[in-house]
Antibody, heavy 125, light 113 residues
Framework: QLQLQESGPGLVKPSETLSLTCTVSGGSISSSSYSWGWIRQPPGKGLEWIGSFYYSGSTYYNPSLKSRVTIFVDSSRNQFSLKLSSVAAADSAVYYC?????????????????WGQGTLVTVSS | DIVMTQSPDSLAVSLGERATINCKSSQSVLYSSNNKDYLAWYQQKLGQPPKLLIYWASTRESGVPDRFSGSGSGTDFTLTINSLQAEDVAVYYCQQHYSTPYTFGQGTKLEIK
């Protein structure tokens, strides 16, 4: 059974960099059939896709965050990570990592079939 | 960006009755080369992550009860929940995976009447 677990600081100061890691168990992060993504949800609000990483090295970022976001993978540890720089209060949210199905190898990822439980990150001084 | 708009924002349905949630995309999410609609539905219960229900607009994810069904094509989609159960209380989201940035609807809160 695939499991994803987010980890990282729950409190980040304004203007600093938010760093989160997702540890994947029960499956390989290097599979060509899947991509790995981050989605966030401000308290009481909807879902916002942040970005996704494909094993081939392709990355896809939300243009609204692209200048501040980096997603990278550590295949040896079966982990992938998110860095979001210059955070502000508006970046406070529950951050989810998720597996994204790649229906046709070599094309852009599709829907999210497995999600982590999420981790709340608050931006405050 | 493709804007996803759900309606209604909330609804209350009696146990055993049918719930219908609509999702409209600002442009077609039908990929003509494979005739697939790049539309997924998720269920999010309080305090939990979203759970995939439907993908390709009408394909039910493994393990999802058959009272959940998806329909529609192009820009207009519907999630139908037949014979509503108490455990179906949740917020439901549609998501397009036709193009990046992937975008979600604002959510529809489903309650028991």
């Amino acid at each position: 059974q695939l499991q994803l677990q987010e980890s990282g600081p729950g409190l980040v100061k304004p203007s600093e960099t938010l760093s989160l890691t997702c540890t994947v168990s029960g499956g390989s992060i290097s599979s060509s059939s899947y991509s790995w993504g981050w989605i966030r949800q401000p308290p009481g609000k909807g879902l916002e896709w942040i970005g996704s990483f494909y094993y081939s090295g392709s990355t896809y970022y939300n243009p609204s965050l692209k200048s501040r976001v980096t997603i990278f993978v550590d295949s040896s540890r079966n982990q992938f990570s998110l860095k979001l720089s210059s955070v502000a209060a508006a970046d406070s949210a529950v951050y989810y990592c998720a597996r994204q199905v790649v229906a046709v190898v070599g094309t852009a990822p599709d829907y999210f079939d497995y999600w982590g439980q999420g981790t709340l990150v608050t931006v405050s001084s | 960006d493709i804007v996803m708009t759900q309606s209604p924002d909330s609804l209350a349905v009696s146990l055993g009755e049918r719930a219908t949630i609509n999702c409209k995309s600002s442009q077609s999410v039908l990929y003509s080369s494979n005739n697939k609609d790049y539309l997924a539905w998720y269920q999010q219960k309080l305090g939990q992550p979203p759970k995939l229900l439907i993908y390709w607009a009408s394909t039910r994810e493994s393990g999802v009860p058959d009272r959940f069904s998806g329909s529609g094509s192009g820009t207009d989609f519907t999630l139908t929940i037949n014979s509503l159960q108490a455990e179906d209380v949740a917020v439901y989201y549609c998501q397009q995976h036709y193009s990046t940035p992937y975008t979600f609807g604002q959510g529809t809160k489903l309650e028991i009447k």
